[in-house]
């Protein structure tokens, strides 16, 4: 067999066939296109499902609102702390969703119209970096709940404790990561605007198991723990007085941010599948403050009890699963260990919703939009849910303050990326995307800029977080100490750098302008938008008509100037 034509059958078959239903010259496909209204299949309740299952109602949404304790704030500190940063966190995700809502395109493509053409792979490279660290760690959280979960079933289990990778696992430890992550595999198969079902199963199922927790700990613990009473006794940190009780209280804040800002980075790859723009905006406002607040103080009270039930416990149980194994441990009998069984099972698949909604759909999005003639987004789920491997997350997180120090750092780059987003698209171009220019992959379309590149962009983004790197630095290698002005500016780095990289895109574009900011495609090219949509009547949510504001919005969404009366 000739190998030439071999090679060429093989390119034939792995090759993705591109859309050929416009005039579009770039490779383009179902999974980077604008999405048509068959494939929005999301409403209200689609995304009250959605946060709830890759938000807070996890190990994550969990363990960070015990973590920020670590910091010497005391137990109401903190939840004022949690209530603050998800209150913030609930206004972005209604903020940086609304594109993806109103235009159905997913994170890449928008990235086209701020960054450039060619520019996107800057943020692109850091949320595919961001994609592989969180399925590791997500990863190591859903197999620690099956190893829970496996010691309940099968006592003997725990015999598997031979240590690996330096001491940092035990051979129980990674069976249960592998197991894990091959559970995952199947799941990865179905397309996210299928998911509506398992976002129900899964967010109901894990919230009923954290409510009878909560129940159960603090009926059996005759109350809410030692930590209520006295945390720096319980928790052995010095609690923060003074100056640094509001430094602490700052961090802990920047810190819930940081926690949950690759699902703001996130929110248009789900919202693109909205039915209409208006359904995330009430579900992520409510839900994200909500989950989030009642997640993390069940998690602080059901550690807080632990302390009080278990004396003996070396370190407090920040995570669920170390709490659901002390039960398992000390409570010893069998209805303890069917209790444990359930409840850890809930969160095996909390965190297959996780892992595969918020990590392995991102990364696969964000692959196929590097690669659109060889990747899938599917095949690009796949290969992220394989690079769970390469980031070894055994090594990556060993407790609370390490948690803290992980997902803050990401806050330094992230905040600089979303001051410019919000510059872009809500100041200069007042909401207004050209969809078809983001597709021209040459210097006719508008987002080419200089050489493919927006350098207003390229160079906000660092103006926004080089002065954070030495409190980053500091951060990484001694929490505990402080650097002169280095930390401050560190413990507010998300706020920090959203504000300077912002504004400095804002004057590099007042300087130099952008040609065409407000500029619309003519025509629904794409086939987006219904008759409905173009013609102003997009249903309400009873299915009757809505009158001004949709006429409003859609027909300035096709660039048409309209008056306040709703005219053209």
Known sequence: M??????????????????????IQSHITKDTRPLPPSRRTYGPWTFVGLWMVTGSFNVNGWATGSSVISLGLNVWQAILAIIIGNAILGLCCVLFGAPGAKWHIAFPQWMRQIFGIRGYMVPMLVRIFLSFVWIATNCWYGGQCLKVFLLCIWPSFANLKTELASGTMMTSDFVAFLLFVLSCLPLMWFSPEHYKIPFLIGSTTVATAMVVLLIWAVVRADGGGALLADTSAAAGIEPAKGAKLGWAFVSATVAIIGSSATHMFSQSDYTRYARKPGDQVL???????????GVATIGILCTSCAYTLYPQLEKLPWNPYNFLNAVRMYEDSQGARAGVAFASLAFVMSQWGIVIAANAVVGG???AAVWPRWITLRRGGYLTILGAFIMQPWSLLNGASDFLTVVGSFSVFLGPFMGIFFVDYYLLRKRTIKLMELYEESPKSLYWYVGGFNWRAVIAWPAGFWFLLPGLAQRATDPGAVWAGWTRLYNLAWFLGFSVAGLTYLL?????????LCAVDDEDYFGTFDDRVLSGKEPSEDGSPTELQSTVDAKSAFGQQVTADGSV
């Open 283 to 293: 579900a992520q406002a409510v839900m994200v403050p909500l989950g989030g607040i």
């Open 508 to 516: 590099l574009a007042l300087i130099s302008p952008m040609r065409e």
């Open 365 to 367: 999005i964000d692959l």
């Open 2 to 23: 000739d190998r030439s034509s071999a090679i060429q059958r093989f390119v034939r078959l792995v090759e993705i066939r591109r859309d050929g239903d416009t005039d």
